[in-house]
């Protein structure tokens, strides 16, 4: 069925842990600006997390459903940022680098973000949430790679790839440094 009222969305969008609301990424009807937004399912209401004049997308819930992680330009090319889901609050920058990124998933224990970058897709990163942050690949082949998501115990990465002639989903075992 149809929930709320009807708005121009990306394709980036996020099922909230507790399956009763979305991270969706909306496009403003008069300036086309991309901003992250949370849509209630059970009651049809949405809600601006972000309202930078930049553009945010591709929202992601960390495990506990209280935060969002998201990609912003407001520092010239997509970097990653997080923000309560409320909307409330400052945002914190998690990773800023020369590459743009794009996320595909928050681990299921909610210690790592993992992503690519625009100019190497080949290489799935992942970002550690504590220590020292540095981003380390996780799996690096000369083939393209989108959408990858981690195994519930984290413990297992699965993305698509081409290798041959079609789309393909492979799954290698996530290796977390010491």
């Not at 099922?15 to 969706?24: H, I, Q, S, T, Y």
């Not at 506990?64 to 945002?91: C, M, P």
Request: proline share 7%.
């Amino acid at each position: 069925g149809t929930i709320g009222q009807p708005e121009r969305y990306l394709h980036y969008w996020d099922l909230a842990p507790d399956g009763k609301r979305a991270a969706v990424t909306q496009l403003d009807s008069e300036t086309s600006n991309a901003d992250v937004a949370v849509l209630d399912l059970e009651r049809g209401i949405l809600s601006k997390v972000t309202t930078d004049p930049v553009p945010e997308a591709d929202p992601h819930w960390s495990p506990d459903g209280q935060r969002l992680a998201y990609t912003t330009q407001k520092k010239g090319n997509r970097d990653i940022f997080e923000k309560s889901a409320s909307g409330l609050g400052d945002e914190t920058e998690l990773l800023h680098s020369s590459e743009p990124e794009s996320i595909d998933d928050w681990s299921p224990d909610g210690k790592y973000i993992i992503y690519r970058t625009g100019a190497n897709t080949n290489t799935i990163f992942a970002l550690p949430l504590f220590g020292d942050r540095q981003p380390f690949p996780v799996n690096e082949s000369k083939f393209n790679k989108d959408g990858s998501h981690l195994s519930y115990d984290s413990k297992w990465l699965a993305y698509n790839a081409i290798e041959s002639d079609t789309s393909e989903v492979y799954v290698v075992s996530f290796p977390k440094p010491d």
